[in-house]
T-cell receptor
Framework: GENVEQHPSTLSVQEGDSAVIKCTYSDSASNYFPWYKQELGKGPQLIID?????GEKKDQRIAVTLNKTAKHFSLHITETQPEDSAVYFC???????????FGKGTMLLVSP | IAGITQAPTSQILAAGRRMTLRCTQD?????MYWYRQDLGLGLRLIHYSNTAGTTGKGEVPDGYSVSRANTDDFPLTLASAVPSQTSVYFC??????????????FGPGTRLTVL
């Protein structure tokens, strides 16, 4: 089955800096890679996703890149703000009918 | 529109007791999931259901059972709770399909403590 590794487990940055979270996956058939943000006391919420037919996707301050050859994908947050502080999860799947496999999460702390 | 609701919000349970965590969605999603979240271990899938009347085992199914009698409800039962089942439990739902790519919507969670 799929295995998703996520690094780092914690990341501390100063407000305004950029943050990068990296994930690797094992199943070359995986073709959909979402990122979820979990704020304290809440359930995870989808913030951005990417499909295997594109290499990069942006949405305002966040972007995701995908390298299918190396089987890794990354989340990039620019101009970080304190409200970006949360736990971020990457995930992967190979089909719209399959379950997601999640990474173990990254706790991002943005200091004012 | 409520999305996904879970009940109870939190519960303290004596070991050996039976407990059912409730989950209801109003988005008419065909697929539903139960995860547990433990520090350092991320989100681990317990059971899932692709459609009403069917269920499947996830990564950590032992000690848990589910049923899916209709589209909206997906209860998770602990037949005889043990302390290792202390965790935060999340229910999620999605519209599975060839082109939907399985975006999952999560409930607010149930914090369960087994003593």
């Amino acid at each position: 089955g799929e295995n998703v590794e996520q690094h780092p487990s914690t990341l501390s940055v100063q407000e305004g800096d950029s943050a990068v979270i990296k994930c690797t996956y094992s199943d070359s058939a995986s073709n959909y890679f979402p990122w979820y943000k979990q704020e304290l006391g809440k359930g995870p919420q989808l913030i951005i996703d990417i499909r295997s037919n594109v290499g990069e996707k942006k949405d305002q301050r966040i972007a995701v890149t995908l390298n299918k050859t190396a089987k890794h994908f990354s989340l990039h947050i620019t101009e970080t703000q304190p409200e970006d502080s949360a736990v971020y999860f990457c995930a992967a799947t190979n089909s719209g009918y399959s379950t997601l496999t999640f990474g173990k999460g990254t706790m991002l702390l943005v200091s004012p | 529109i409520a999305g996904i609701t879970q009940a109870p919000t939190s519960q303290i349970l004596a070991a050996g007791r039976r407990m059912t965590l409730r989950c209801t969605q109003d988005m008419r999603h065909n697929a539903m999931y139960w995860y547990r979240q433990d520090l350092g271990l991320g989100l681990r899938l317990i059971h899932y259901s692709n459609t009403a009347g069917t269920t499947g085992k996830g990564e950590v199914p032992d000690g848990y059972s589910v049923s899916r009698a209709n589209t909206d409800d997906f209860p998770l039962t602990l037949a005889s709770a043990v302390p290792s089942q202390t965790s935060v439990y999340f229910c999620a739902s999605s519209r599975q399909g060839e082109s939907s790519y399985n975006e999952q919507f999560f409930g607010p969670g149930t914090r369960l403590t087994v003593l």
